[in-house]
């Protein structure tokens, strides 16, 4: 079955770039149409969409985040990667790894159904 593994280091500096991985079996990352995201849950805004990647590679994200956000893949390792760059104590949180389908878009805003998740990884951002 699909499992998806969230994977980093669990404790960055301030200013630094956080690193994270999502390894990916029972399934694809290229699989049509799915669409892999990054989501995470903060203290002070909850649940938070940051950006996704698509089966063939297409990348969006939250205009909040985008400054800051990249996300990548390795299809051969068949794994996904999100970089987030300038890290402050406010990005302090759990990490999720999700895949779902876009069904609709307009004006640029699109609704997903995001029906797998990881388990999450704690991310704490501290000196």
């Known amino acids: 079955?699909?499992?998806?593994?969230?994977?980093?280091?669990?404790?960055?500096?301030?200013?630094?770039?956080?690193?994270?991985t999502c390894a990916v079996t029972g399934g694809s990352i290229t699989t049509n149409y799915y669409y892999w995201s990054w989501i995470r849950q903060?203290?002070?805004?909850?649940?938070?969409?940051?950006?996704?990647?698509s089966y063939s590679g297409v990348t969006g994200y939250n205009p909040s985040?985008?400054?800051r956000a990249s996300i990548s893949r390795d299809t051969s390792l068949n794994q996904l990667t999100l970089q987030l760059n300038s890290v402050t104590p406010e990005?302090?949180?759990v990490y999720f790894c999700v895949r779902g389908e876009i069904f609709y878009c307009s004006a640029n805003v699109c609704l997903a159904d995001f029906g797998s998740w990881g388990r999450g990884t704690q991310v704490t951002v501290s000196s």
Do not use: A, N
């Open 42 to 53: 903060t203290p002070g805004k909850g649940l938070e969409w940051i950006g996704y990647i």
């Open 65 to 67: 985040l985008q400054s």
């Open 1 to 20: 079955q699909l499992q998806l593994q969230e994977m980093g280091p669990g404790l960055v500096k301030p200013s630094q770039t956080l690193s994270l």
């Open 91 to 93: 990005d302090t949180g």
